[in-house]
């Protein structure tokens, strides 16, 4: 991967803790999304015993998966300590009071999940792979962690992302402005190759819209969503490249108002059962190695 696209995951630890305190207030896309994942869930016939929200945020899945898999056991993971600590206390007070756990909380990256083998039925995982630089890794890591038979759901982001921003920086200086985002056909491939099967994914765009291109960046802020790639320009951005792009921002603006798009790719995939043999055990594949 080019250096400049990288994301710094240290910078990306220290944003999600600073917006941990803003980020229920700005995040309405993300709940949105939320929303439309559970929908789906309609349609699936599974009752996990051990789900993982694999970054979670401050936890806005957690009490509807609680209400929908009332017996699960609920792990919700995020990189920032701050994060879990408000996933934590938004613990649904009806599970305490018929004695039901709290969710598990977990400071973890879900590069590298601190979770046993084939441990959970289901990994819930709503707009946080944007922020991985190899999905196809942390697909592996997540169909480890699933058990057989077990259920990857997740979002994320696709290229035409913020295109309006990306298209108001373009050329105002040698820094990259805004990250880049990975096809949804990319990502179904990925989804085979790391050994899921039956990949269902989709896509729609959702626009939202701004009075001013500060108050998107605001909340972009707001959110942790920054700017934190390698290839970022490092201080504050000056007066005059502000300007710059808040002047073309404006070629996009219609009724008053300044769009910015958001593309949404939504997949699902099934950890498959291990296939049996004629007397009953697994059947392991070996391939014929190449010889010297």
Same mark, same amino acid.
């Given at each position: 991967m080019n250096e400049t696209f990288r994301i710094d995951r240290p910078a990306l630890r220290r944003s999600f803790? &600073?917006?941990a305190a803003t980020y229920d207030a700005a995040a309405v896309l993300q709940n949105e999304v939320c929303l439309r994942m559970l929908a789906r869930l309609d349609f699936i016939k599974q009752h996990p015993a051990a789900i993982l929200d694999a970054g979670c945020g401050t936890g806005n899945a957690l009490g509807p998966l609680a209400r929908r898999y009332p017996a699960a056991r609920i792990i !919700? /993971? *995020?990189?920032a300590v701050r994060m879990v600590?408000? !996933?934590?206390?938004?613990? =649904?007070?009806?599970?305490? /009071?018929?004695?039901?756990?709290? =969710? #598990? #909380? /977990?400071?973890? *990256?879900i590069e590298c999940l601190p979770l046993a083998n084939a441990s959970c039925d289901m990994i819930w995982s709503n707009l946080a792979l944007q922020w991985v630089d190899d999905p196809a890794g942390v697909f592996s890591e997540m169909h480890r962690v699933l058990a057989p038979g077990g259920l990857l759901m997740f979002s994320t982001f696709g290229p035409d992302t913020l295109k309006e921003l990306r298209a108001a920086y373009d050329g105002v200086d040698r820094h990259v402005h805004v990250n880049r985002f990975i096809d949804m056909h990319d990502l179904g491939d990925m989804l085979t190759r790391r050994g899921l099967a039956d990949p269902v994914m989709d896509m729609e765009q959702i626009t939202l819209t701004y009075s001013s291109a500060r108050d998107l960046m605001r909340d972009l802020k707001a959110i942790g969503a920054h700017n934190i790639l390698?290839? &970022?320009h490092v201080g504050l951005s000056g007066? &005059? !490249?502000l300007a710059t792009v808040e002047q073309r921002y404006e070629a996009f603006r219609r009724d008053n108002r300044l769009p910015a798009t958001f593309e949404v790719v939504y997949g699902h995939a099934w950890k498959p059962q291990p296939r049996l043999g004629p007397s009953g055990h697994p059947v392991i594949e070996i391939q014929p190695g190449k010889r010297a």
């Open positions: 803790e &600073r917006a !919700a /993971l *995020d990189i600590e408000r !996933a934590r206390a938004r613990t =649904p007070k009806w599970r305490r /009071l018929f004695g039901r756990s709290s =969710p #598990v #909380v /977990l400071c973890a *990256d390698h290839g &970022r007066k &005059r !490249a």
